[in-house]
């Protein structure tokens, strides 16, 4: 009697726990926005409950908007999206603003009311070193290409060694050897020497026939 006593008692304490309903954590019905920055143009923030700081594990229904300090440009709404590369509260955009400097707003709507803004200055990124100045490249097979003159072989532009002028042998001709020049000089005065001496032969020959037709006549 005792032993089904305790059993019905177990039973019935069991049924309570399970009928009871389980107390559900409250995180409170507003979450905390927290705008962070930017990573390379992409608007990023972090969401929290506001009670107890929480990461939210539920889908986040939430529109970033920006506008440029100067109020000429506006990008967005955009929506956010969990961010990979963050800690489990971190929610980032798809999209991504362009260099300037912005006034970031994020409004969430679900699962909890929540705001959040932040100005955001994105740099200009500079081109990837390289694609500056190209460079000279080989040419292709088969494209002809300009020879370079060498050192040794003569230019275009340089006048080459053509065959001697019409005066070269001329000017050669004209010109006559000491050697001979002097051989002419002696000629010419063996020939003076010897014409004198047979004129002065014939003179004293004359002479000498004069004197012997005076003495005879």
């Given at each position: 009697?005792?032993?089904?006593?305790?059993?019905?008692?177990?039973?019935?304490?069991?049924?309570?726990?399970?009928l009871t309903p389980v107390a559900a954590h409250a995180h409170g019905d507003t979450v905390k926005v927290v705008v962070t920055g930017q990573r390379t143009g992409h608007v990023t923030a972090d969401i929290t409950w506001e009670n107890d700081g929480d990461a939210v594990d539920e889908t986040v229904a939430a529109t970033v908007n920006a506008i440029s300090v100067d109020g000429s440009r506006a990008m967005g709404p955009w929506r956010l999206v969990r961010d990979p590369a963050a800690a489990p509260a971190g929610w980032t955009t798809a999209e991504t603003l362009p260099p300037g400097s912005w006034k970031v707003s994020v409004d969430v709507g679900f699962p909890a009311l929540g705001?959040?803004?932040?100005?955001?200055?994105?740099?200009?990124?500079?081109?990837?070193?390289?694609t500056g100045a190209p460079t000279a490249s080989a040419p292709a097979p088969g494209t002809p290409t300009t020879a370079q003159p060498s050192a040794g072989t003569p230019s275009a532009g340089?006048?080459?060694?053509?065959?001697p002028s019409a005066a070269a042998p001329a000017a050669s001709t004209?010109?006559?050897?000491?050697?001979?020049?002097?051989?002419y000089a002696v000629w010419w005065t063996t020939a003076g020497v010897a014409a004198t001496a047979l004129a002065g032969a014939a003179v004293g020959l004359f002479l000498r026939r004069r004197r012997m037709r005076r003495r005879l006549g």
């Open positions: 009697m005792r032993i089904r006593i305790a059993f019905s008692a177990v039973l019935t304490a069991l049924g309570l726990m399970l705001h959040g803004d932040l100005e955001v200055a994105v740099p200009v990124v500079d081109p990837a070193p390289g340089a006048p080459s060694a053509g065959p004209a010109q006559v050897p000491a050697a001979e020049t002097e051989g």
